[in-house]
C-alpha cells in the first residue's frame, strides 16, 4: 500500500486489486477491530477442492490492515504487515468466511493484532497473529 492507495479517512483501509479480485468485503468500524468476508468459490479451491491456504491468509491479513489503521488518527498514515503467521485449524470448501482482527497493543510505530477466521456456521478455519507498521506522515 502506497500513501496514494489509502484513503482520506484515517479509518478508511483503502481500495486494492487484489480485495476486487478476491471479492473481499469489509465491515465495522469499531477501533482496533477489522472485519473481512468473502463468499467462496471455485477461484478461491486448489486442487483438492478446498479453499487455497492464501486465500484464507489474505483474508487474515487484510482484517489486520483495516484494524491497524481504524487506531491511526494522524493524517497521511498507513500501515504494511512485517510479520503475519497463519494456523490452519480446519478446511473450507463452500460457504464464506469471515476473518475478525483485534488490536493486541498499538505502540508508536508498531502494532500487535490477532485475527480469527470463521465459516458460515461459526465454526474456526484459522487462528493468526501479526505485526504491522505504522509509516508515513
Do not use: W
Given at each position: 500500500?502506497?500513501?496514494?492507495?489509502?484513503?482520506?479517512?484515517?479509518?478508511?483501509?483503502?481500495?486494492?486489486?487484489?480485495?476486487?479480485?478476491?471479492?473481499?468485503?469489509?465491515?465495522?468500524?469499531?477501533?482496533g477491530?477489522?472485519?473481512?468476508?468473502?463468499?467462496?468459490?471455485?477461484?478461491?479451491?486448489?486442487?483438492?477442492?478446498?479453499?487455497?491456504?492464501?486465500?484464507?491468509?489474505?483474508?487474515?491479513d487484510?482484517?489486520?490492515?483495516?484494524?491497524?489503521?481504524?487506531?491511526?488518527?494522524?493524517?497521511?498514515?498507513?500501515?504494511?504487515?512485517?510479520?503475519?503467521?497463519?494456523?490452519?485449524?480446519?478446511?473450507?470448501?463452500?460457504?464464506?468466511?469471515?476473518?475478525?482482527?483485534?488490536?493486541?497493543?498499538?505502540?508508536?510505530?508498531?502494532?500487535?493484532?490477532?485475527?480469527?477466521?470463521?465459516?458460515?456456521?461459526?465454526?474456526?478455519?484459522?487462528?493468526?497473529?501479526?505485526?504491522?507498521a505504522?509509516?508515513?506522515?
Amino acid at each position: 500500500m502506497t500513501d496514494n492507495d489509502a484513503n482520506d479517512s484515517p479509518e478508511e483501509y483503502g481500495e486494492f486489486p487484489l480485495k476486487s479480485y478476491l471479492g473481499m468485503e469489509m465491515t465495522g468500524d469499531e477501533p482496533g477491530v477489522g472485519i473481512a468476508t468473502l463468499d467462496i468459490g471455485p477461484e478461491h479451491l486448489n486442487p483438492n477442492g478446498v479453499v487455497h491456504g492464501a486465500v484464507l491468509f489474505a483474508l487474515a491479513d487484510t482484517a489486520m490492515g483495516k484494524s491497524t489503521m481504524s487506531v491511526i488518527e494522524e493524517p497521511g498514515v498507513y500501515c504494511a504487515s512485517i510479520e503475519v503467521s497463519l494456523r490452519f485449524i480446519r478446511p473450507a470448501m463452500s460457504g464464506g468466511m469471515t476473518a475478525t482482527a483485534t488490536v493486541v497493543k498499538r505502540g508508536r510505530s508498531i502494532v500487535h493484532l490477532e485475527a480469527r477466521v470463521v465459516g458460515d456456521d461459526e465454526r474456526l478455519l484459522a487462528t493468526s497473529a501479526g505485526t504491522f507498521a505504522i509509516l508515513g506522515g
